[in-house]
């Protein structure tokens, strides 16, 4: 049987990295397009260009079956148009190609008050960037019905796994582990859903070896793993092998640091999806990827610290 090709899409960004290495290691031929290939990914090939030139997305995603869309932009450059943009170039580089584009989507797209979030779920924005991941999601759908590409959406939580524990891992959870203190984001009891990022690759590339048997527009939501904040806290301490002070997030500096910082502001706006319970469901999802897809809870967050500590002591 020939082999299938993916192209990713920002290839060295967090998801299109785990997208990379879950393609390769399902038997895909992949390849990589974005500016420089900072994140090499062994038995892949990688194409440099700028993934806002049409002619430069086309010729990239010339022979492939699947086009994995991991591009991203800085949570300040969101607005203005500017992520439409974006994705409007990726929709006129596959026009009419019939190609199947697997985007991510986010929680951003439902209201604090949505307990559990399902596929089937309205979807009702709470907060500006919500209303434009709407936008480009209405985008997609318009493709997918005009009979230009097929769409698979595939909605997860947080990110976190080797190699991207430098956000809420890093920048928060971990920010004083050398003080000896670890932040919870919120209340303790409070349950949040978060997903993995090698499992969450190699779930972009079991949808895309159904996708013949879905229908041209699909939106999938990855559970990944619903705890609260308390249980990452412990995992987060049986990865290290050691104990630290918990202490609650002191969302405070992040405000005042956002006074002057666009991105930490647009973090700080962010707060109600912690303080809030959101469950990512979707038992259809679940049956298609088969039971005991996941990685053992305590076993990603461990493979997580470990890399972030041995990250810090390379310096």
């Known amino acids: 049987m020939r082999k299938e090709n993916v192209t990713v899409l920002g290839s060295n960004g967090h998801l299109g990295h785990a997208a990379m290495v879950g ?28 993934a806002d030139d049409v002619a430069m997305v086309k010729a990239a995603i010339k022979d492939a079956d699947v086009v994995a869309h991991g591009l991203h932009l800085r949570y300040d450059r969101w607005g203005n148009g500017r992520a439409e943009r974006q994705l409007q170039v990726v929709l006129d580089a596959m026009a009419g190609s019939g190609k199947t ?15 559990t979030v399902s596929p089937d779920l309205r979807q009702s924005g709470e907060k500006p960037r919500g209303a434009i991941r709407i936008r480009l999601e209405e985008m997609l ?28 891992f890093g920048q928060a959870m971990l920010m004083d582990a050398a003080k000896g203190r ?6 303790r009891k409070l349950r949040h859903s978060w997903a993995y990022l090698p499992d969450l690759g190699r779930a972009f590339a079991r949808l895309a070896e159904q996708r013949k048997g879905l229908t041209p527009f699909e939106n999938f ?8 904040h308390g249980q990452i806290m412990e995992a987060i301490q049986a990865g290290l092998g050691r104990r630290l002070a918990v202490r609650p997030m ?22 109600y999806l912690w303080d809030n319970e959101m469950e990512l469901v979707d038992p ?11 990685t053992p809870f305590e076993a990603a967050v461990a493979a997580t610290v470990t890399d972030l500590m041995a ?4 310096g």
């Open 182 to 187: 670890l932040y919870h984001l919120a209340d």
């Open 284 to 294: 259809r999802l679940d049956s298609l990827l088969g039971q005991g897809f996941a």
């Open 221 to 228: 939501h990855f559970a990944g793993y619903w705890v609260s």
């Open 311 to 314: 990250a810090r002591a390379a």
């Open 141 to 168: 759908r318009r493709a997918a019905e005009a009979g230009d590409i097929r769409v698979i959406i595939l909605r997860a939580g947080d990110f976190f796994g080797p190699g991207n524990a430098d956000e809420w």
């Open 101 to 115: 584009l697997m985007f991510p989507g986010t929680i951003y797209n439902y209201r604090a008050t949505d307990r």
């Open 23 to 50: 393609f390769r290691d399902a038997g895909w031929a992949v390849t990589g397009l974005a500016r420089r290939n900072r994140k090499p990914v062994e038995g892949t090939a990688f194409r440099a260009g700028d």
């Open 250 to 271: 002191p969302w405070w500096m992040l405000r005042v640091v956002g006074l002057v910082n666009p991105v930490m502001r647009d973090i700080y706006r962010m707060r």
